[in-house]
């Protein structure tokens, strides 16, 4: 199995920025972050396919949040600027070995950390 290792999360006032990092035990194609506000649905934020870098986000954080890796260490980013109230949540990074494993899981999941947006 694949470990999931995130930091990064904190308190921050509405207009300022976060960045997270999740390392992964081993090497995934898929990689990304999910979101979970108390009373909401799980969000999936942004997902990077690992062997190129492609990247997807939410319409939700467009424009604001920004998906990235280091290849070398199986570590993902997620740059959060220009946060919001509405951002505040529990941040999942999360893996998946393929894209049925991405989709239908995903695989792996990290233990969550908090962002605050005040």
């Known amino acids: 199995d694949v470990q999931l290792v995130e930091s990064g999360g904190g308190s921050v006032q509405a207009g300022g920025s976060l960045r997270l990092s999740c390392a992964a035990s081993g090497y995934t194609s898929y990689m990304g972050w999910f979101r979970q506000a108390p009373g909401k649905e799980r969000e999936k934020v942004a997902t990077i396919y690992t062997p190129t870098g492609g990247t997807t986000v939410a319409d939700s954080v467009k424009g604001r949040f920004t998906i990235s890796q280091d290849k070398s260490k199986n570590t993902v980013f997620l740059q959060m600027n220009s946060l919001k109230p509405e951002d505040t949540a529990m941040y999942y990074c999360?893996?998946?070995?393929?894209?049925?494993?991405?989709?239908?899981?995903?695989?792996?999941w990290g233990q969550g950390t908090q962002v605050t947006v005040s």
């Open positions: 999360a893996a998946g070995r393929t894209l049925i494993g991405w989709m239908s899981g995903p695989d792996y």
